[in-house]
């Protein structure tokens, strides 16, 4: 939870490329608006279910938000251990210790495969290290959000612009919150009866050519979200779920719809 002043960034220009967090020089510590907190989180849908990690969580207030007031479960990670033992600190006052916990850990060393959930205000540089990692370790269908600074060429499912409620230290006077749903992989090949499909994706963006009966479908729309795989056009339509090998779900066709499942080729 911290922002650079513009001279960290000349001190990273002259100092180079580093490989881990501790090398960067340390920005100051700016915690995020409780009102930005919360919209973080009711943006991600957080609700019991979830198990929350904040990276770079500063004084604990997303993590304990989480548990506070969405009766999720959470982690924060950060590297400064004053910062650790004040979170833990306030976790105990606010009756939330139990369900919002708190380590001294480089996130970008972190084991993130367990989060639902992952709140993200960092420099953009850690985002942007961040960004293959969230990719390769989250589930599909985990939400990640972050304050202030977006993720390279990864557009987002959702933006929301929005007033802060009272002047906040190291904050102006409006907050942008961004919100992805990590996507399954559905590139590729996929055959189920006499239904072939090819799709090509770029992140979430996803383009479907679909065959039945050996002619081709005009697919004119297509979506993933997470696991939910949707396309339709003129006369049909397909709503599922991607699996690692299989797509199942309901194919309709003339007025009626029936079940469909499609291996990987």
Do not use: C
């Not at 950060?78 to 380590?103: H, T």
């Not at 055959?191 to 679909?210: H, S, T």
């Amino acid at each position: 939870m911290r922002l650079a002043l513009a001279a960290a960034f000349v001190a990273l220009a002259i100092a180079g490329a580093v490989q881990a967090q501790e090398a960067e020089p340390r920005p100051p510590f700016v915690t995020t608006p409780d009102d930005v907190v919360e919209r973080m989180l009711a943006l991600a849908g957080t609700g019991a279910d979830d198990f929350v990690m904040d990276l770079g969580s500063g004084d604990g207030r997303i993590v304990i938000a989480a548990a506070q007031k969405f009766g999720a479960r959470g982690l924060g990670l950060d590297i400064d251990a004053q910062l650790v033992a004040r979170a833990r600190e306030n976790a105990r006052r606010a009756g939330v210790e139990g369900r919002a916990a708190f380590e001294e850990r480089d996130v970008l060393d972190a084991d993130l495969a367990r989060a639902t959930v992952v709140t993200i205000y960092l420099l953009p540089f850690l985002v942007e290290k961040l960004q293959p990692k969230l990719l390769r370790e989250l589930r599909p269908g985990a939400r990640i959000v972050t304050h202030a600074f977006p993720m390279v060429s990864w557009r987002p499912d959702r933006v929301e612009t929005m007033r802060i409620a009272k002047p906040h230290p190291g904050q102006g006077d409006v907050s942008r919150i961004f919100l992805w749903r990590v996507p399954a992989q559905a590139r590729g090949t996929w055959q189920g009866g006499d239904v072939r499909l090819r799709i090509a994706q770029n992140y979430q963006e996803i383009d479907v050519e679909a065959q039945a009966g050996g002619r081709p479908l005009a697919v004119t729309a297509a979506k993933l979200e997470g696991t939910a795989i949707s396309f339709s056009g003129e006369g049909f339509a397909f709503r599922g779920r991607v699996g690692t090998h299989r797509i199942q779900g309901d194919f309709q066709r003339g007025g009626t719809a029936t079940p469909l499942v499609l291996a990987r080729q």
